[in-house]
């Protein structure tokens, strides 16, 4: 059965059957916006919602060395933050972005995640100490507003889902209004080996640039 993360759980990486999980995916789920619309309120609006499943690697010492986020972020705009250009492979392939979905599940929940990044925890490099996954939204909506929106690891590939490890929930809450980024969680060497955190935290951060700040002065030391 699939662990129920919550904010602020630490996990060990280890299957039922006691076999380390060594290669798996990091998946996000979410739906467009449908409200009512049209005339006299008998059709419906769908919103698309672009949200993007980002990640940067650091060093034992908080220093950002590596990172996965959407090449298409403008290079002027990534530029003012002194961050280089987006792209979809780590340094050494350890990890990989499945591609930028600007959309959302348009007709309800489909089951499969929107963005992916695999992950191969034996090829990351050895000077990567903690691996942040985080979420921004593009647009102008907030968590609140959107009506799911989930992380899950899990074994398999983009398009087949083999056995879920364990997965996190983003209701559509209250709590979160005025919130545009999360960070989700990270993974981290602890003794040699790899665990996970659950963080959940959310924030009003303007951009992706911003969250990046964020971990690397707040989460990474």
């Not at 940067?56 to 705009?77: C, E, K, Q, T, W």
């Not at 100490?129 to 899990?154: K, T, V």
């Not at 879920?164 to 545009?180: I, K, L, P």
Request: net charge negative; charged share 25%.
């Amino acid at each position: 059965m699939a662990i129920r993360l919550e904010k602020g759980q630490r996990i060990n990486l280890e299957k039922g059957n006691g076999a380390k999980l060594k290669e798996f995916c990091v998946g996000c789920n979410w739906g467009a916006i449908v409200t009512s619309g049209g005339f006299l309120g008998l059709g419906k609006k769908v919103t698309d919602v672009d949200l993007d499943l980002s990640c940067v690697m650091v060093d034992a010492n908080g220093n950002l060395v590596d990172h996965i986020y959407s090449p298409l972020y403008r290079h002027d705009f990534l530029g003012r933050y002194g961050m280089p250009p987006g792209k979809v492979d780590s340094v050494n392939g350890a990890l990989h972005h499945s591609g930028d979905d600007l959309k959302g599940d348009l007709n309800g929940d489909d089951g499969l995640d929107n963005e992916i990044i695999t992950v191969n925890l034996d090829r990351v490099s050895p000077n990567v100490d903690q691996i942040f996954f985080f979420l921004n939204n593009c647009g102008r909506e907030d968590f609140s507003q959107i009506p799911y929106a989930s992380i899950r690891m899990y074994e398999g590939t983009p398009t087949r889902v083999k056995e879920v490890f364990a997965s996190y929930n983003v209701a559509a809450e209250q709590r979160y209004a005025g919130m545009t980024a999360l960070i989700m969680g990270k993974l981290y060497r602890r003794n040699g080996e790899w665990k996970f955190s659950a963080i959940g935290d959310a924030f009003p951060d303007k951009n992706l640039c911003e969250t990046i700040g964020r971990i690397v002065a707040n989460y990474a030391k």
